[in-house]
């Protein structure tokens, strides 16, 4: 059943008999070794899984076909962060117009990821990681005044939505105008858990509803939650051991190079 499933998200259809294990093994190990890459990073810094996954797999397989793999391992680990607080309540009272927004966004924006054009696709979600990564390394010092946060949050989380649908990255401008607000670590670590958790159950239902979620390929998706939790222990425990300053920035100088290689794939 697995093995259908990474067949069917490879873009190639499975046929009647058994596919030799040889022609799956590199898909197979391309996939567990981007989801411990994503959940290491994510491990360290708190974010960069969905980053990593779409990036990585963009690279291999449609955008569709990687946002698709990504839906369970991001949603768990998303639930994981949003749970491991103790300040849910007051992040939902606070962000619900954002939330709002990003459901809005996301049904219209996964058109975009879900269509014919898989250059389109693959161009958009090189620009969202050029443009990710270069937020990420320039970590311009934001602060969005309280009395301006009441009619930019539903506006943010539109726009977010717009991107998370397009390309399965939900990033931008989501991360920035949370760290503008003056949250607490822990508030902040449990409101970009709830941003990236509404961000996947929204894409999820773009992609249903845009014909572009197969039952098919949701063995391959709860099998990449295992090295997706491997990699979060993982980066717990390098968390300890390195600056995470120079970890996230050589993070987003990856995320760049990754952006530009996919952009340039899906304009040539």
């Not at 989380?157 to 105008?177: E, N, R, Y």
């Not at 996947?200 to 039952?215: D, I, M, Q, R």
């Not at 391959?220 to 997706?228: E, F, H, K, R």
């Amino acid at each position: 059943m697995a093995g259908l499933a990474i067949s069917a998200l490879s873009g190639r259809a499975a046929p009647r008999q058994h596919r030799p294990v040889t022609h799956l093994l590199p898909l197979a190990l391309l996939v567990a070794g981007t989801f411990l890459a994503g959940g290491l990073v994510k491990g360290v810094i708190g974010l960069g899984l969905p980053t990593i996954a779409m990036g990585l797999l963009g690279l291999a397989m449609p955008p569709a076909k990687a946002a698709v793999l990504l839906l369970v391992p991001s949603l768990v680990t998303n639930v994981w962060q949003v749970l491991a607080g103790r300040h849910l309540r007051s992040v939902l009272r606070r962000l619900w117009p954002m939330m709002l927004g990003i459901v809005a966004g996301s049904l219209p924006g996964s058109g975009v990821i879900a269509g014919a054009s898989v250059h389109t696709a693959t161009a958009a979600l090189g620009a969202a990681l050029i443009l990710y990564g270069m937020v990420g390394v320039a970590m311009p010092r934001l602060r969005v005044p309280q009395r301006m946060e009441r009619w930019a949050a539903p506006l943010i989380g539109a726009a977010t939505g717009l991107v998370s649908g397009a390309t399965g990255v939900a990033m931008i401008p989501a991360v920035p105008f949370l760290g503008s607000l003056g949250l607490q670590r822990d508030e902040l670590v449990q409101a970009l858990g709830l941003s990236f958790t509404v961000s996947t159950l929204a894409l999820a239902a773009g992609l249903a509803l845009h014909g572009a979620l197969p039952l098919s390929a949701t063995g391959a998706s709860l099998l990449a939650v295992l090295p997706a939790l491997a990699g979060m222990g993982l980066g717990g425990l390098l968390r300890a051991r390195v600056r995470p300053e120079i970890f996230r920035r050589c993070f987003f100088a990856g995320l760049l190079a990754l952006g530009a290689e996919l952009l340039w794939r899906g304009v040539a």
